[in-house]
């Protein structure tokens, strides 16, 4: 699960797996439609759509290093945000039930369940 946090450049240290929250993935995916609606709008502004990446990225947070967040400026860059905000969804599912199968038990979850 982590190598698939980190593919996406999910920031570990900010939001470890035991803190995926369903109610703040749906937050984002609610930003990640408001880009979208933004960028397909006949008016462009180019500073409430930074303004919202930077919302984006502030419920996600992601580890770019040195480097200046992306701008989710396209619609293929707000297809990926969104696949991975479904991918992130999948797995606070699998880890809350883990995390359900081994309350009360010292073993590790993935023991737990096999």
Do not use: C
């Not at 759509?49 to 396209?74: A, C, E, M, W």
């Amino acid at each position: 699960m982590k190598e698939t946090l980190l593919s996406f450049d999910i920031d570990l240290r900010k939001m470890p797996l035991g803190k995926l929250s369903r109610n703040q993935l749906k937050m984002a995916y609610g930003v990640l439609t408001k880009l979208q609606t933004l960028i397909t709008s006949d008016s462009i502004n180019e500073t409430s759509i930074i303004d919202t990446s930077n919302r984006f990225y502030t419920r996600v947070p992601h580890d770019f290093g040195q480097k200046k967040p992306q701008i989710l400026d396209n619609v293929d860059l707000i297809q990926l945000k969104t696949q991975m905000i479904d991918n992130l969804l999948d797995i606070e599912i699998v880890y809350s039930m883990l995390k359900g199968l081994s309350e009360g038990n010292n073993e590790h979850p993935i023991d737990v369940h096999y």
